[in-house]
């Protein structure tokens, strides 16, 4: 089952930066916080991922509280093109491939 | 570098037949998983393979196997469909094992419809 709850959808405009919530209250210390997106059907892609400490990378910011309770994913600038369904998975760092997804929050970008 | 390939894109069986889906994974890459996309139920987890071992699995029925070969490749297989096998199924690869947070990548997908 998954252990993430998100909000069921957002909405931001274009150029925004698009401000994504997690909360994984029940993480545990061996736990990776992994997004991921899906756009209209295709295949999830990889967004970024983290243990505890803030990462970024060409796509996106991932911000994880101190106590790694909740985390948010930062899209600095917003465009048409993400547009999609973002997922917040928590996974053990030995379970590289078994994921639980929950319903992830679809955002919306606006012109 | 090529992605995760799922072949055949598209299929539409009939009720009571059974149906076999590929994955090539990654070059490289030795961690197969499957998983099943639906309106209703969103992405849940089949399986995973690692070096044709099973090592994890998900709340499906029996109906539902797998195998990977000594190439990494992987295969999946439905018998007795029923119409609630309809779904689009994703195949994942990764590297390896263990080793801190690593990341997987999906195929496009192979949608499965029953009639």
């Known amino acids: 089952d998954a252990k993430t709850t998100q909000p069921t959808s957002m909405d931001c405009a274009e150029g925004r930066a698009a401000n994504l919530p997690c909360n994984h209250s029940t993480i545990s210390g061996n736990e990776y916080v992994y997004w991921y997106r899906q756009i209209h059907s295709q295949g999830p892609q990889y967004i970024i991922h983290?243990?505890?400490n803030n990462e970024t990378n060409e796509m996106a910011s991932l911000i994880i509280t101190e106590d790694r309770k909740s985390s948010t994913l930062i899209l600095p600038h917003a465009t048409l093109r993400d547009t999609a369904v973002y997922y917040c998975i928590v996974r053990a760092w030995y379970n590289n491939n078994d994921m639980r997804f929950g319903a992830g929050t679809r955002l919306t970008v606006k012109p | 570098k090529a992605g995760v390939t799922q072949t055949p894109r598209y299929l539409i069986k009939t009720r009571g037949q059974q149906v076999t889906l590929s994955c090539s994974p990654i070059s490289g890459h030795r961690s197969v998983s499957w998983y099943q996309q639906t309106p209703g139920q969103g992405l849940q987890f089949l399986f995973e393979y690692f070096s044709e071992t099973q090592r994890n699995k998900g709340n499906f029925p029996g109906r539902f196997s797998g195998r990977q070969f000594s190439n990494s490749r992987s295969e999946m297989n439905v018998s007795t469909l029923e119409l609630g096998d309809s779904a689009l199924y994703l195949c994942a690869s990764s590297w390896g094992l263990g080793g801190g947070g690593i990341e997987a990548f999906f195929g496009q997908g192979t949608r499965l419809t029953v009639v």
């Open positions: 983290g243990l505890k």
